[in-house]
């Protein structure tokens, strides 16, 4: 299951809205430290809110860090291409040397 910011972003702001209801009402009931932590739940859910409407797709890097991790691929992709090809050249030669040879002699008797 991936990370999806369309889902998360309004349930942060559904939190924070429902955290800023709840520090009215423990204010109101004279709850100083209840009132604090619902403000400060407040403040983060709307913080992370923030953050995944100004960067979709989490903390994944810049365009010019993914264009330069695709390049670096390709490069080892063309490597690893060019690294079969010759490993198949090679099974290929053997195999033209062992069907050239011919059968050895055999040892012993004969049935």
Same mark, same amino acid.
Not at 2 to 10: C, G, N
Not at 19 to 44: K, T
Not at 89 to 95: G, I, N, P, S, Y
């Given at each position: 299951?991936?990370?999806?910011?369309?889902?998360?972003?309004?349930?942060?702001? &559904?939190? %924070?809205?429902? +955290?800023? &209801?709840?520090?009215?009402? *423990?204010?109101?009931?004279?709850?100083?430290?209840? *009132?604090?932590?619902? %403000?400060? $739940?407040?403040? &983060?859910?709307?913080?992370?809110?923030?953050? $995944?409407r100004r960067?979709?797709?989490? %903390?994944?890097?810049? +365009? %010019? #860090?993914?264009?330069?991790? $695709?390049?670096? $691929? #390709?490069?080892?992709?063309? =490597?690893?291409?060019?690294?079969?090809? #010759?490993? =198949?050249?090679?099974?290929?030669?053997?195999? /033209?040397?062992?069907?050239?040879?011919?059968?050895?002699?055999? &040892?012993g008797p004969? /049935?």
């Amino acid at each position: 299951m991936t990370f999806k910011p369309a889902i998360w972003r309004p349930i942060a702001i &559904v939190l %924070s809205a429902v +955290n800023l &209801v709840a520090v009215g009402f *423990a204010a109101g009931d004279a709850e100083p430290w209840h *009132a604090g932590i619902h %403000s400060a $739940l407040a403040l &983060v859910f709307g913080l992370w809110a923030q953050r $995944l409407r100004r960067d979709p797709e989490g %903390s994944r890097g810049s +365009n %010019s #860090e993914l264009q330069a991790g $695709l390049e670096a $691929l #390709e490069a080892d992709m063309g =490597q690893m291409r060019q690294e079969l090809t #010759e490993a =198949q050249e090679r099974l290929d030669f053997a195999e /033209r040397l062992l069907a050239q040879r011919p059968e050895p002699g055999r &040892v012993g008797p004969e /049935r």
